[in-house]
């Protein structure tokens, strides 16, 4: 058995199925090829079934991303579209598939008892047949084939064998074994794995996946226990989003591998250093906020300020620390550039993050560089990372933000004056009284933009400390008759919705960008303006 374990992300598609983390297709591009600098083994791209939308995302991810290898790479990832076991889905998944250099068709059918009965509403004898069927059926495409018995963690280990080894009969090269539902523990979930290695014929020559959810948090304590019984592939989401709790997250399994690698014996291809610049691109993207004490990649799990462990850190970094920053790519690094630094120093430090900005994005960075440059003494990679996420990754403006006032304190109404540039090129001014400058704010967009939505979710923190600090605010909107996307599992349509994000030194203007990037995001979704217009935004986002 090889002590290689491939690195399966789902941030994509099981990531994306989380409520609230819908991402447009220019994000989900730009997520897949920073998933391949990584080093991700596979990329689940999405569930090309689900719309026309999603199928055309997967296949751009399946030219773009699958067809060339990231810098310092051999090989391009895997692109994989996840598909019900259905000839439809499958020719879905395959049409958008196809593209990529090295395609995967992931097909699922369930096989616990209580999903076959209520969901499937098919006894078993059948679902063996149809699962071998859909298995043969995708490999008259693709010679690389997943099969997954879904619930697969409340199914009875000897009719799991069964299906497994029709499916392996049938052409499947990967046999992911999911706990759908978060159920196992992970004692209960290693002997799954071990017994499905012993009893399922055919298994040897194939490789053994385990997708763990995190409903009673031990989705990455079980997802180890199957790599400890023999299991080669895990699917993991970054940020660990995903269904209900969420998925296994990619940063605490590969890091596990990585800090105790004496107790595994195991290795990844993941480049760990890129894995904080992932994680907040995907946050940013989603509107989905990493808690503060989050394993790896949360705001604390490197910050050591109570007074005992600062006097340790001193002494030796090792008395309370079990990994280095840097390896995640935490740099504490503050950049000695200001008003006066030039243009290729920025372009290099950028590269050495990993943003490779082509000129017209470089000049759009530094001119934000040097507009802070002027507001704030010592400019940090995080705030370079906080203007890339805000002035690069931003899909086309459909408005756009000219000049924003704001009035408020104790005296009198909190007013905004804000003006916007329309999709005509016009200016707009709206005035608007809130509770508060930010509903003041919010306000006065409504009357220009005039897209009736709900916000879910606000919030705002310090890129980094001091009080010259910029803002960071991320928001998340539903639109009022707003699209649905398709839940490949529940079979379910759930409306989607749209994430923004703004950053600025001023807590009310970032706050208004993040509200308008957001708006944006759900105009070009709906087609709330001009055909053309539209075009022109898809083309450009
Ligand atoms: O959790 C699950 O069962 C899944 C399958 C589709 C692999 O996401
Ligand atoms: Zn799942």
């Known amino acids: 058995m090889t002590n290689y374990v491939r690195i399966f992300d789902t941030t994509l598609r099981d990531g994306e199925q989380s409520p609230g983390a819908t991402m447009t297709s220019a994000e989900k591009l730009e997520v897949a090829r920073a998933l391949s600098r990584l080093g991700v083994d596979i990329i689940e791209a999405g569930f090309a079934a689900a719309s026309p939308d999603d199928l055309e995302a997967v296949k751009r991810i399946a030219i773009d991303v699958g067809g060339a290898p990231a810098p310092g790479r051999d090989q391009p990832p895997i692109i994989c579209s996840l598909a019900r076991a259905n000839k439809v889905d499958i020719d879905k998944a395959w049409e958008a598939v196809r593209h990529a250099k090295r395609p995967r068709i992931h097909t699922f059918l369930a096989t616990s008892p209580i999903h076959m009965k209520y969901k499937l509403k098919m006894d078993p004898e059948q679902v063996i047949e149809r699962a071998a069927e859909m298995v043969a059926y995708a490999k008259s495409f693709c010679d690389d084939v997943e099969f997954s018995p879904e619930d697969a963690g409340r199914s009875e280990p000897e009719f799991l064998y069964v299906v497994l080894a029709e499916a392996i009969k049938a052409g499947a090269t990967t046999l992911n074994i999911p706990d759908t539902v978060g159920y196992t523990t992970p004692d209960e979930f290693g002997k799954l794995i071990e017994g499905i290695i012993k009893n399922t014929p055919g298994i040897e020559k194939r490789i053994v996946s385990v997708h763990c959810h995190d409903d009673l948090g031990m989705a990455t304590a079980n997802t180890l226990a199957g790599i400890r019984a023999g299991a080669r592939q895990a699917e993991v989401t970054i940020n660990g989003i995903g269904e209900r709790a969420g998925n296994t997250s990619l940063e605490e399994v590969v890091m596990s591998l990585h800090t105790r690698k004496p107790v595994f014996g195991l290795e990844s291809g993941i480049d760990t250093t890129q894995i904080m610049r992932v994680s907040k691109l995907v946050s940013n993207y989603t509107g989905m906020v990493v808690q503060p004490n989050k394993a790896i990649v949360g705001a604390n799990a490197f910050a050591h300020e109570a007074g005992i462990h600062q006097d340790g850190m001193l002494k030796h970094h090792q008395t309370y620390e079990i990994m280095r920053p840097e390896t995640v790519g935490v740099t504490q690094t503050r950049l000695v550039l200001g008003k006066h630094s030039g243009r290729h120093a920025l372009k290099k430090r950028l590269a050495e993050l990993g943003y490779m900005l082509n000129e017209a994005e470089l000049d759009k960075a530094f001119e934000r560089f040097k507009n802070l440059a002027d507001k704030k003494k010592t400019i940090t990679d995080a705030d370079l990372e906080a203007i890339i996420s805000d002035e690069i990754y931003q899909p086309r403006e459909v408005f756009a933000l000219e000049e924003m006032q704001v009035v408020c304190g104790t005296l009198g109404m909190p007013t905004a004056t804000v003006r916007l540039r329309g999709p005509d090129g016009k200016s707009v001014v709206r005035a608007a009284m809130g509770t508060g400058p930010v509903d003041a704010t919010y306000k006065a967009i409504d009357e220009i933009v005039g897209v009736s939505n709900t916000l879910l979710e606000f919030v705002i923190h310090a890129v980094t400390e001091g009080i ?49 990037s957001a708006l944006n995001k759900l105009l070009v979704a709906s087609g709330d303006y001009g055909e053309a217009e539209k075009a022109a935004a898809v083309e450009a986002m």
């Open 468 to 516: 010259d600090a910029l803002g960071e605010v991320t928001v998340r909107i539903e639109g009022a008759n707003g699209s649905h996307t398709l839940d490949a599992q529940k079979e379910t349509e759930t409306p989607r919705t749209f994430g923004g994000h703004g950053a600025d030194t001023d807590i009310i203007v970032a706050s208004a960008k993040a509200y308008l």
